[in-house]
């Protein structure tokens, strides 16, 4: 079991950046992958970006270049920094915890990318 909590989310301006926190409530290596999703409204939700205990990193196409997924094992946190964001970036973003056969999810925090 474990608990996540979002945080960094907000209004920018396109071409801006932003950084969001997931901080989880046990150690980020007893956890097999930490992923960052994303559901804009009337769409399905998707997976942005995923690291796993290994440091294994994957992004999906249309992040790739402007997100990075990184961890501080120390904090029990994954970051997502995400810069040059478009206002098709904009959505809610979740912050998952993958175990061998069970996931936890976080809240959620508004990412807006609007001028």
């Known amino acids: 079991q474990v608990q996540l909590v979002e945080s960094g989310g907000g209004l920018v301006q396109p071409g801006g950046s932003l950084r969001l926190s997931c901080a989880a409530s046990?150690?980020?290596?007893?956890?097999?992958?930490m992923g960052w999703y994303r559901q804009a409204p009337g769409k399905q939700r998707e997976l942005v970006a995923v690291?796993?205990?290994?440091?294994?990193?994957n992004y999906v196409d249309s992040v790739k270049g402007r997100f990075t997924i990184s961890r501080d094992n120390a904090k029990n946190t994954v970051y997502l920094q995400m810069n040059s964001l478009k206002p098709e970036d904009t959505a809610v973003y979740y912050c998952?915890?993958?175990?061998?056969?069970?996931?936890?999810w976080g809240q959620g925090t508004q990412v807006t990318v609007s001028s």
């Open positions: 046990r150690s980020l290596f007893s956890i097999y992958a």
């Open positions: 690291i796993t205990s290994g440091g294994s990193i």
């Open positions: 998952k915890a993958q175990f061998s056969a069970t996931v936890y």
